[in-house]
């Protein structure tokens, strides 16, 4: 196997990871909440996909987009309904909803799909190109492209635009972005719905590669929001180039040292930058010292 | 001033032991299971409670510490003679060590970090797990020989009611005794505001790590029982899932106040077998889900608040105070 | 009282976030003192308390507590030595009454270890006696003795605010910096503040650092005085002088209040 297809399968898988972060980190920044359930956002748009075109046999594209809609419409309520309204008296409440969001929809997948694996659409995960003797994965390119795609739209939606600068405003001071005339509770909206949409075209896209059960993004986000620690879950480049590291680093750890060594791989890095990093990179949302 | 307590105050406890330690004679086998995983569940979830409740760590890695000692009874079990003690005290001492590992990045990193790396820590221990088969049983487990001291064993599950009932009142104790000392109100200043604590002169990393330290060692005492109550150990019990039950149970229960545990044990262990009993077995995870958001929303107290508002009814004076009652009722 | 410096503040320069807040402050407290630190807002009043308690490090410049150079030593430990401080902002545990609030404060003190603490020890109880004692005084002092039984979420912001402060005294400081005690609260709680912190300081012999906006209670209660503007130090000395100071008076335009 050569660098080339390592680093290609790697950041195909870092792609989804990045896809997944990026939701995370909208969430985040614009709702202040750590979303364990995000991964589920995707299980529910494959899920519910594969349900529509498998079982009501409706045409494909269709089903997924269905799906997406689907899973857009749980995030926001979620967030509405659920997330608005806890209580900050216990501390860390808004991670245990979410919590609880990963709880609910995984129990009620589980006894849908009851416990067995479904396969899904290839979307192209089978198609071996072949471009100047390497072989590469049609799936793999195509995550690629509409990972990097959307990160750098989002990035640059988010630095050049006005609905960019609403979302930093909001982020940072929703009371004051408010009195600017800013629609806070629009924008949240807006972010949960994106965000929703991108965890939904990760996981029809992991879907496509592997077999859906109630859990089998779990481990994605898991990765992502690994990526989003190393980075910092208020930046918004760096985490993100740290999930497409992150993809591409265990596909060489994969080759060099075997599929077992993945885990502890990951903890190595963690635990290294977690402890050589200084601690003004660590820091965020410091507390005011008034 | 020498503190005055009531006697009334004195008796408070033993009526509730005596239910304890008769309780067992006046159940049938199954009812016994059951009674004993809610008291192996209580310790556990008091262990959380410990550092989330009291503490403000959201940590979900408390299956980890469970899970260890779980297996390190199981391993001295199956390889080695001692007694169900010593299995006691090494899988509290494993475990507490553990759990100061995984709270030692609290050193460095916010509580929300934290929270995402308790997490990744479960995923290195199911790693373990699986990976080590040779001394773990990899996915498959370890059946676990029943301990005891010579001739008491835990294949009588009596003995294993009575030892988990003796480690949850252990636990309780222990809560107890937290919450009337200092310790207890510099968890409240690192749990409220870092500035606060220090501002007092708390260290909110000892705080923190003791925290730790202290989930981790009932979490360890808890699955040396566990895994000599279920006669088996293996990777599936001790997951995130596993670890999100407790939380449902704590949150559920009411966090900080220690009849919150019990209540909270009670509720994940009597639950599910509702569900199954009603022949929807599989709706449990689901309503759990479905509660837990409930609660945050309508009842962040859990059901121990709603139990104090009632109290509070009978007792105008109320307030929860960590000080001897004969403060409260002089002020 | 005699002129020893219990706190020296040397060149303290703090840039944050690339604006300068303290460009070379320089100033001692005298001991035993009721020493103002006034000026206009963003002064850099806050600022300075920050690096006496170890919130802030300075990018050049050093502190020195009863002759010790604090550099390197953080909050903790440096209230341990005994600087105490209160905020702005309140800070209390809302889960909690007013008694356990204020001992609280009582953790400098603390020497009884997690075990001893957990199975109980002679040593635990005495200090548990002493902590007691110091609280009740304390709180008799603020008016506080007939809330110590009460949640504090319950009550009424200049209450809460002497609890603050109670939690402060409580700890018995040598130095106590108090960032604008007064703020919020109505004229009589200000008079009952202002009397109690006089009173602690006679018993103590307590130093007290006092940031504060009203300049008529500043020239009533301290004997001396320093004023920032603009992170530096404008003048130092009585509060009478130093509020005649043209210079002082041209930073305070727009206040009316001299």
Request: charged letters at 15%.
């Amino acid at each position: 196997m050569s660098e080339l297809s390592l680093l290609i399968g790697g950041a195909a898988t870092g792609g989804v990871y990045a896809l997944l972060l990026a939701g995370i980190l909208l969430i985040y920044q614009v709702s202040k909440a750590v979303n364990f359930g995000h991964g589920q956002f995707g299980m529910i748009a494959a899920f519910f996909s594969w349900y529509l075109y498998q079982q009501l046999g409706l045409h494909p594209v269709i089903a997924i987009l269905l799906a997406v809609l689907t899973a857009v419409v749980v995030a926001i309520l979620f967030d509405a309904f659920v997330l608005q309204r806890t209580s900050d008296r216990q501390v860390g409440s808004d991670l245990v909803a979410t919590l609880g969001l990963l709880l609910l929809a995984t129990a009620v997948a589980e006894n849908v799909l009851g416990g067995r694996t479904q396969s899904y659409l290839t979307l192209g995960s089978r198609t071996v190109l072949d471009l100047g003797g390497l072989a590469l994965n049609l799936s793999d390119l195509i995550t690629i492209l509409i990972a990097l795609a959307s990160v750098l739209v989002l990035s640059m939606v988010r630095r050049r635009t006005r609905v960019g600068a609403m979302l930093t405003a909001v982020a940072e001071n929703r009371n004051v972005a408010e009195s600017l005339g800013i629609p806070s509770a629009r924008v949240r909206v807006a972010t949960w719905a994106l965000a929703a949409i991108l965890a939904s075209v990760a996981g029809v896209l992991v879907a496509s590669r592997t077999s859906v059960d109630a859990y089998y993004m779990t481990p994605f986000a898991m990765k992502a929001f690994i990526a989003g620690i190393l980075g910092g879950l208020n930046r918004f480049g760096l985490p993100l180039a740290f999930a497409f590291g992150l993809g591409v680093y265990e596909s060489f750890v994969v080759y060099l040292l075997g599929a077992q060594a993945v885990t502890p791989a990951v903890f190595t890095l963690i635990i290294v930058v977690l402890a050589f990093a200084p601690r003004s990179y660590l820091s965020e949302g410091q507390e005011a010292r008034a | 001033m020498p503190e005055r307590r009531s006697l009334a105050h004195r008796l408070r406890p033993v009526l509730p032991l005596a239910l304890l330690v008769v309780l067992p004679l006046l159940l049938d086998s199954f009812s016994l299971y059951q009674a004993t995983m809610i008291l192996i569940y209580v310790t556990a979830i008091i262990g959380l409670d410990i550092v989330f409740g009291r503490a403000g760590v959201l940590s979900v890695a408390q299956a980890v510490f469970i899970g260890i000692g779980a297996y390190a009874a199981a391993w001295m079990s199956r390889t080695t003679a001692v007694s169900i003690g010593v299995e006691l005290v090494v899988a509290a001492a494993i475990a507490g060590v553990a759990a100061i590992v995984v709270g030692l990045p609290a050193l460095r990193v916010s509580g929300l970090r934290l929270a995402i790396l308790t997490f990744a820590f479960v995923e290195l221990f199911q790693w373990v797990l699986t990976t080590f088969a040779s001394v773990t049983g990899g996915t498959q487990g370890l059946r676990v020989n029943p301990g005891g001291f010579g001739a008491i064993t835990t294949a009588d599950p009596m003995v294993g009611y009575w030892l988990a009932a003796a480690i949850a009142v252990l636990a309780t104790w222990l809560v107890i005794r937290l919450r009337r000392n200092p310790i207890g109100r510099a968890m409240a200043a690192v749990k409220s505001s870092n500035l606060l604590a220090e501002s007092v002169g708390v260290s909110t990393v000892r705080t923190k790590l003791t925290a730790f330290m202290l989930s981790g060692m009932l979490g360890g005492l808890a699955g040396v029982v566990l895994a000599h109550v279920a006669g088996s150990v293996t990777p599936a019990g001790f997951t995130v899932f596993s670890s999100l039950d407790l939380l449902v149970a704590l949150i559920l229960g009411g966090t900080g106040r220690v009849h919150g545990a019990w209540l909270g044990a009670a509720y994940v262990v009597l639950v599910p077998e509702v569900f199954a009993r009603l022949g929807i077995p599989n709706a449990y995870p689901v309503v759990s889900g479905a509660v837990l958001m409930l609660l945050l929303v309508a009842l962040p107290g859990g059901i121990a608040s709603v139990l104090d508002r009632v109290r509070d009814r009978f007792r105008p004076r109320g307030g929860h105070t960590l000080t001897p009652a004969t403060e409260r009722s002089s002020s | 009282m005699t002129d020893t410096a219990v706190l020296e503040v040397r060149d303290v320069h703090v840039t944050v976030n690339g604006v300068r807040a303290l460009g070379g402050v320089t100033f001692d407290v005298p001991e035993g003192s009721l020493f103002g630190l006034i000026g206009p807002n963003g002064a850099g009043k806050t600022t300075i308390m920050n690096v006496i308690s170890a919130v802030i490090t300075p990018q050049r410049g050093s502190v020195r507590f009863r002759g010790e150079d604090l550099t390197g030593a953080g909050t903790v430990a440096r209230v341990r030595a005994g600087i105490l401080r209160s905020f702005q902002q309140v800070r209390l545990l809302e889960d909690l009454t007013v008694l356990d609030n204020l001992l609280l404060g009582r953790e400098r003190f603390r020497t009884v270890g997690l075990l001893r603490q957990i199975c109980g020890s002679r040593t635990g109880r005495r200090q548990a006696r002493r902590d007691l004692a110091m609280a009740r005084e304390v709180a008799a002092v603020l008016g506080l003795s007939d809330v110590l039984g009460r949640d504090v979420r319950d009550l009424p912001f200049g209450v809460r605010r002497l609890v603050d402060v109670g939690r402060a005294f409580v700890a018995e400081p040598d130095l106590l910096l108090l960032d604008e005690p007064a703020a919020g609260l109505d004229v009589t709680s200000r008079r009952l503040l202002l009397d109690a912190i006089k009173q602690a300081q006679r018993t103590t012999g307590a130093t007290v650092m006092l940031v504060e906006h009203d300049v008529d209670l500043v020239r009533r209660a301290c004997g001396d005085a320093v004023v920032l503007s603009n992170g530096e130090v404008l003048a130092r000395g009585a509060p009478a002088e130093v509020l005649a100071d043209p210079a002082v008076l041209r930073a305070y335009f727009g206040h009316n209040d001299a």
